[in-house]
């Protein structure tokens, strides 16, 4: 089973990755990465890969599974055509689906080998809904047949021009009655998604399914109604079925929302308990989002009365007041409640604004890491240790991480490898920076007195990033390795390594000097001074 987190890629993403133990991500790569500026009719495609590349690569040499979402027709993903926003009218839609089969296939040919399954478009079932509250522009959006033209436009493209499979994620949480009722079914177009997954099939090799049933209401969580999803689509194919998309928001710190919003981190985590519990009988359950600033409180009376009818609707199947409201506030559907819906995913999250994790990320860490977890245990002595961690620790707060030996500790401090600026924590500062602890970083450890510390975690075997000049970084191994074997990769980048013990003092190797070196192994546990002599990616064979 895949356990994944999606999102935008990012570096700081990929280090919560990393921590939370997931082997699989779902990323987001925008027709405007690749293609700011469209050229409709050209022979030339003028494209830049920088952002396309952080959205795969990273991840791809990280080890994760990679399942990138592509040819979204969101506004905010879609190029410019002569300085406006492309939609389906620009171009008539044969012109639009030639033009995004181009696009499409040349990213999955370049990406070919790195990719494991390509999402594309993105909950096109509910393009309509989407299209009202302005998320989409362009009155194509609720033509079924463009629709369905569309995403097998599309899957055959992928499935022409690279080896990966292709999936169609559907937006779930929408009661049938408000397809088939609203407006004779115009307004939000005329089919259930299990109806368009049946239409669909042959266009996709797996299901994903996004659900957030909590998105309009706070209570009851309902995570258990994953498996519901998942009975519903096994009902139609037997192809794989993964939860793409799930969450539960929180409020930003400290404060107090009201009903029906009232969203805390203890519900978030009885959702996510329920959610991937729920999820037992599917090949693939991925949390969205990372990092959040949380549900901010500026709700008027009007949004918590438009938010309760949603809910209710959506949830229940009830049209009547909903179709009054709409009716009565079309103008305050189309401006005002998109952007009071969009506060809502400003609190999906499971990493808050200070970068401390919230109680459902360790709940997921759990899991994840589930029954790969190891102990490593360390005999410190009294003064300066210089150390790393081997493994990705469960526990990455360093509050939590050292408790165990808090009275002994006099503080920890490192590098910090996005900014190489140093950071701090020590129970008796005023002021700690130091948040988390990983894998691939060293650490220097002062003691009032010997302690022993255990940490349990993952193994780590991914490359530490080494920037030009000197890096303070750890061993990933559980093995001791000669020297030699450890810097073969990068030995033309590695000027010196130097350790440091207590008992010992310094010892260390120089490349160009092996013989005068006294460094012979490199150890697991132990942290490492390296100066490069230009920035490379380090693999511990």
């Not at 293609?35 to 040499?61: C, H, R």
């Not at 905010?76 to 033009?99: Q, R, W």
């Not at 970068?355 to 589930?370: C, E, V, W």
Request: aromatic share 12%; glycine share 8%; net charge negative.
């Amino acid at each position: 089973m895949l356990n994944g987190l999606g999102w935008e890629g990012t570096a700081n993403n990929l280090q919560y990755a990393k921590i939370l133990g997931a082997n699989a991500v779902r990323t987001n790569l925008a027709w405007k990465y690749v293609e700011p500026d469209l050229i409709p009719d050209g022979e030339a495609y003028s494209v830049d890969w920088a952002k396309a590349d952080a959205q795969i690569i990273p991840y791809y040499n990280s080890g994760m599974d990679v399942m990138c979402r592509i040819g979204v027709g969101f506004g905010d993903c879609m190029p410019l055509v002569n300085g406006k926003v492309l939609t389906p009218e620009t171009l008539e839609p044969d012109g639009y689906i030639k033009a995004i089969c181009r696009h499409i296939s040349n990213v999955v040919h370049k990406y070919d080998g790195k990719v494991h399954t390509w999402i594309i478009e993105g909950e096109l079932n509910e393009a309509p809904l989407a299209k009202l509250f302005g998320w989409r522009a362009g009155y194509r959006w609720s033509d079924a047949k463009f629709l369905t033209t569309l995403i097998s436009s599309m899957y055959t493209t992928v499935k022409s021009n690279c080896t990966a499979n292709a999936m169609i994620c559907f937006h779930t949480d929408i009661h049938p009655n408000i397809h088939h009722d609203i407006l004779g079914g115009a307004l939000a177009g005329r089919f259930s998604w299990t109806e368009w997954l049946a239409r669909w099939i042959d266009y996709t090799d797996s299901v994903g399914i996004d659900t957030y049933p909590n998105y309009y209401a706070a209570d009851p969580t309902y995570g258990r109604d994953v498996s519901d999803k998942i009975v519903a689509a096994k009902a139609i194919t037997d192809k794989p079925i993964y939860i793409m998309e799930t969450s539960y928001p929180i409020p930003k710190p400290g404060d107090v929302l009201p009903d029906p919003v009232d969203f805390t981190e203890e519900k978030q985590l009885e959702y996510v308990t329920d959610a991937y519990e729920a999820s037992g009988e599917c090949d693939g359950f991925f949390y969205f989002a990372v990092k959040c600033a949380g549900v901010k409180n500026d709700y008027t009376a009007k949004d918590l009365n438009a938010i309760s009818i949603l809910g209710e609707a959506f949830r229940a199947g009830g049209v009547e007041d909903l179709t009054a409201f709409i009716n009565d506030n079309l103008s305050y559907c189309q401006s005002r409640l998109p952007k009071v819906l969009q506060n809502v995913e400003s609190g999906l999250g499971i990493i808050r604004s200070d970068g401390s994790q919230t109680p459902a990320f360790d709940y997921l860490r759990s899991k994840y890491i589930g029954s790969n977890s190891i102990t490593y245990e360390y005999n410190l002595d009294a003064g300066w240790n210089l150390i790393s961690f081997p493994i990705h620790p469960i526990h990455t707060n360093p509050n939590v991480l050292f408790a165990p030996i808090q009275d002994k500790l006099d503080g920890v401090w490192s590098k910090d490898p996005m900014d190489n600026n140093w950071k701090i924590y020590s129970p008796d500062a005023p002021i700690n920076n130091l948040s988390y602890i990983d894998s691939g970083i060293g650490y220097w450890i002062s003691l009032y007195e010997p302690a022993t510390l255990s940490t349990i975690g993952v193994p780590d075997n991914n490359a530490i990033h080494l920037i030009k000049g000197w890096n303070l970084v750890g061993f990933n191994s559980l093995e001791d390795k000669p020297i030699s074997e450890c810097v073969a990769q990068v030995s033309s980048d590695i000027i010196s390594i130097w350790r440091y013990s207590p008992t010992g003092g310094w010892t260390w190797y120089i490349s160009k000097s092996p013989r005068s070196s006294n460094i012979t192994h490199m150890s697991p546990g132990i942290g490492y001074w390296v100066e490069a002599s230009a920035e490379c990616d380090w693999a511990i064979e």
